[in-house]
């Protein structure tokens, strides 16, 4: 499927399991996301995302979120919109 690279992972914290994420493209909830590195694959759709622990719908180029992920990502790891 093709994707849109929206961003990268800038920190991880283990509980809960959220990461941190750069924004350079646009998200809204219910898209869905694929985290790709080095030792990372992951693809779900984005049920929740917050900034500074205040749940949004949508984010932008320049935003850095908090969203839930089902197990450890790494700094760096590519953040990508999967698009149909």
Request: proline letters at 2%; glycine letters at 10%; zero cysteines.
């Amino acid at each position: 499927m093709p994707e849109l690279e929206v961003g990268k992972v800038v920190d991880f914290f283990a509980k809960p399991v959220v990461a941190g994420v750069e924004l350079t493209g646009t998200l809204k909830r219910g898209d869905t996301v694929r985290i790709a590195g080095a030792t990372t694959e992951m693809e779900f759709v984005l049920e929740s995302m917050q900034i500074d622990r205040v749940d949004i719908a949508e984010a932008k180029a320049g935003d850095v979120i908090g969203i839930k992920v089902s197990e450890r990502v790494r700094r760096g790891d590519k953040v990508s919109k999967v698009t149909e």
